[in-house]
T-cell receptor, first 113, second 111 residues
């Protein structure tokens, strides 16, 4: 079946603009994760959902970052008043359950000018 | 803070050579350890997952080992091919969802 998809694949924003990044997990996957990957670095954990419940948001770097998964499937990561340091690739992953292998989407490359 | 370090940062080898990628972690109380492959502009593909109770996993030409007591894991790639060229990431899970990644080793296999 289809893997994890993310949209848009590329996003250029002016500093101060709000952006919304979408993740479509594999159908039936209960757990959904968001990661931020800076250039030349490994991904860093942002937040995690079990169905529609956001169980861990300890990795969100500031209160400008907000994630939701209202119906337990599609998730949106929103960044308000973007700053240049927000430029990174944002990766979404899903797993059948929290203990299972995570399957990653291709990521959204965000560039803030 | 739990840290994951990967050495070397980059590696270039001729086709056919066997190679070893290294990963070290500071906190040995891990849940599992995973090796991923990342191709430019693409997401991560899981290669091997080693549970904390296991010492190694094998898949085809890949073998990953885990030594919790020393905080180390290695990924062994046999008979390397140009198609193996990618960035290899080590990720350590400290509970059932907190996964910490290393910065990766960028591998180039020359034909």
């Amino acid at each position: 079946g289809a893997g994890v998809s993310q949209s848009p694949r590329y996003k250029v924003a002016k500093r101060g603009q709000d952006v919304a990044l979408r993740c479509d997990p594999i159908s039936g996957h209960v757990s959904l994760f968001w990661y931020q990957q800076a250039l030349g670095q490994g991904p860093e954990f942002l937040t995690y959902f079990q169905n529609e419940a956001q169980l861990d948001k300890s990795g969100l770097p500031s209160d400008r970052f907000f994630a939701e998964r209202p119906e337990g499937s599609v998730s949106t990561l929103k960044i308000q008043r973007t700053q240049q340091e927000d430029s990174a690739v944002y990766l979404c992953a899903s797993s059948l359950n929290v203990v299972d292998t995570q399957y990653f989407g291709p990521g959204t490359r965000l560039t803030v000018l | 803070k739990q840290e994951v370090t990967q050495i070397p940062a980059a590696l270039s080898v001729p086709e056919g050579e066997n190679l070893v990628l290294n990963c070290s972690f500071t906190d040995s109380a891990i849940y599992n350890l995973q090796w991923f492959r990342q191709d430019p502009g693409k997401g991560l593909t899981s290669l091997l997952l080693i549970q904390s109770s296991q010492r190694e996993q094998t898949s085809g030409r890949l073998n990953a080992s885990l030594d919790k007591s020393s905080g180390r894991s290695t990924l062994y790639i046999a008979a390397s091919q140009p198609g193996d060229s990618a960035t290899y990431l080590c990720a350590v899970a400290y509970n059932n969802n907190d996964m910490r990644f290393g910065a990766g080793t960028r591998l180039t296999v020359k034909p």
